[in-house]
């Protein structure tokens, strides 16, 4: 494999540099960052000169393949672990004038398929450890792309090759899907000015400076990785050193070296970072604490924090961890401050540029009043559309307003949480899950005549997937079982962990199953 110096100078001839004095895109803005390293990853230190050069190399193999001069908003979908190839393809499809789709690792062929078939790219770039994933879930329907050979240069670069695209920022940029109550999940798509505003909100409010440096362990089909750490940190200069996967001793390790500013993570991650402080040998447990606590700042989302591990972190490290509010349709929306009381139970405050309201059932705003409200956002930080719905685009607003689907109280100009409008999502690990969704599956399985999936509390993943199902009375399901024939068809943080079998299903008059009444199935035994 070429070094990413060798690469700058075999293509260096074929490179425009874009001069236009215009608004400027996250890609273009690192032309001020020169010599800075913009990533550390296995594959060592990458500046971000070198990252312009490289995702510029991918920009034009892309054009050339696709026997265009502008991709003009089509949609390119990739399957790569985190790391450098996954950055340059990002950027390089962002260069090339294309819609960038980031897929999820460790989704089954089944949810890969459905987001492929809603989306139609016009290409699939998969690293060679999924080739054979991305293989049963286009059933060779689309055209597929081994990253190493798009980003190693492997495909020849044509000399007429014509200068790269000019991207308004008012361009498509990237859809992340993501579940909701219709029960599959949709494309959230946003422009590249939606995605600036997203950034800049975020890196006024919480200080970020050319000399951070950030841990990545989240995913990057994910917006929390995707916008807060890796775009956060490419816009003002600073550094991102990315884990291709999450291990708790690895990342105890790599905080206590000394040399960063900030960590963002779910709240999993920071029980499972606790468990494994209390599991180490003492002489550890005193160098992990060490060097966390010289981190500037902490943070953590996507998911409620138990106060018990807020707690438990600030007693290991001194940290006091920062929670927002955020979700894929918008960004962040709400954080505690940087400066100032953190208090727990409670997501701040609007960030800079987003507006926050409360409103009624009737969609009557609610004011300062204590009374619990769903929450809804407007500002430039909001989505465009779901890709090819514009049905529940339209359901999702109220006025210009973005429907959450959270229900919150407001004190002092703080908000606090109290859960979704809707039981049939659940959050869990971080993620937003659809309970629908996953009874869609589980009604194939032969054994099932029919369940209800739901969430309940769960102090390390904040919800558990749990599952209530009526059995055929022809057979008799073992848990277990389930859980591995589940996995087939749902990611893994989307299968059930928690199984009720039942006669019968909770119902309303009109037959609706009472899915509060399915949690209290859960609730009042301790069988799982």
């Not at 819609?99 to 809603?118: C, G, Q, R």
């Not at 005549?449 to 022809?474: K, N, Q, R």
Request: charged share 20%; glycine share 8%; with cysteine.
């Amino acid at each position: 494999m070429q070094t990413p110096a060798q690469l700058v100078g075999f293509v260096m001839t074929h490179l425009q540099t874009n001069s236009n004095n215009k608004p400027e895109t996250l890609c273009e803005r690192a032309e001020q960052h020169s010599q800075r390293v913009a990533l550390t990853t296995e594959s060592g230190s990458t500046s971000y000169d070198e990252l312009i050069t490289l995702s510029s190399i991918v920009a034009k193999q892309l054009l050339s393949i696709l026997n265009t001069e502008d991709l003009s908003e089509s949609r390119i979908a990739y399957l790569v672990p985190s790391g450098l190839d996954h950055v340059l393809i990002q950027w390089g499809i962002w260069k090339a004038g294309g819609v960038a789709i980031p897929l999820a690792v460790s989704h089954p062929p089944a949810e890969l398929s459905h987001t492929l078939e809603d989306s139609d790219p016009s290409l699939v770039i998969v690293n060679s450890l999924y080739r054979e994933k991305i293989q049963e879930a286009t059933n060779g329907d689309l055209l597929v792309i081994d990253s190493s050979e798009l980003v190693d240069g492997r495909f020849k670069l044509d000399p007429n090759t014509p200068e790269l695209p000019s991207v308004n920022l008012e361009r498509r940029a990237m859809m992340i899907y993501t579940s909701g109550t219709t029960g599959r999940p949709k494309g959230a798509v946003v422009t590249h000015s939606i995605l600036v505003a997203q950034i800049t909100s975020l890196v006024e409010a919480w200080g970020w400076e050319k000399d951070d440096q950030i841990l990545l362990v989240l995913p990057l089909h994910h917006i929390h990785g995707i916008v807060n750490v890796l775009c956060c940190a490419l816009w003002t200069g600073a550094s991102c050193h990315i884990l291709p996967n999450f291990d708790p001793v690895d990342t105890w390790n790599r905080l206590s070296k000394g040399n960063l500013t900030l960590f963002m993570a779910v709240p999993t991650i920071y029980i499972l970072l606790i468990k494994t402080w209390e599991s180490a040998e003492p002489n550890i447990r005193s160098r992990w604490s060490e060097g966390a606590s010289a981190l500037r700042l902490m943070v953590s989302g996507s998911a409620a924090l138990p106060k018990t591990a807020l707690e438990r972190w600030e007693a290991i490290t001194g940290q006091i961890l920062l929670e927002r509010y955020g979700m894929t349709e918008i960004g962040m929306a709400l954080s505690n401050p940087l400066h100032g009381e953190r208090r727990p139970g409670y997501v701040g405050t609007p960030l800079p540029r987003v507006n926050v309201r409360r409103v009624d059932e009737n969609g009557e705003e609610l004011g300062p009043s204590t009374q619990e409200g769903e929450l809804e956002i407007t500002g430039p930080n909001v989505f465009l559309e779901y890709w090819r719905n514009p049905k529940m685009t339209e359901d999702s607003f109220r006025d210009g307003w973005f429907r959450t689907g959270d229900m919150a109280t407001i004190d002092k100009g703080n908000y606090r949480l109290l859960g979704r409008t809707s039981v049939d999502i659940i959050k869990t690990g971080g993620f937003k899950v659809s309970a629908l969704e996953i009874e869609e599956v589980f009604r194939q399985h032969q054994l099932v005549t029919d369940c209800a999936v739901v969430g309940i509390p769960d102090e390390d993943w904040g919800e558990l997937v749990a599952v209530a199902i009526i059995e055929e009375s022809s057979g008799e399901i073992e848990p277990n079982d389930m859980i591995t024939w589940a996995k087939q068809y749902l990611a893994s943080y989307k299968t059930p962990r928690a199984f009720r079998f039942v006669t019968k299903l909770p119902r309303n008059a009109m037959g609706k199953v009472q899915k509060e009444q399915v949690k209290l199935l859960f609730l009042d035994s301790s069988e799982t």
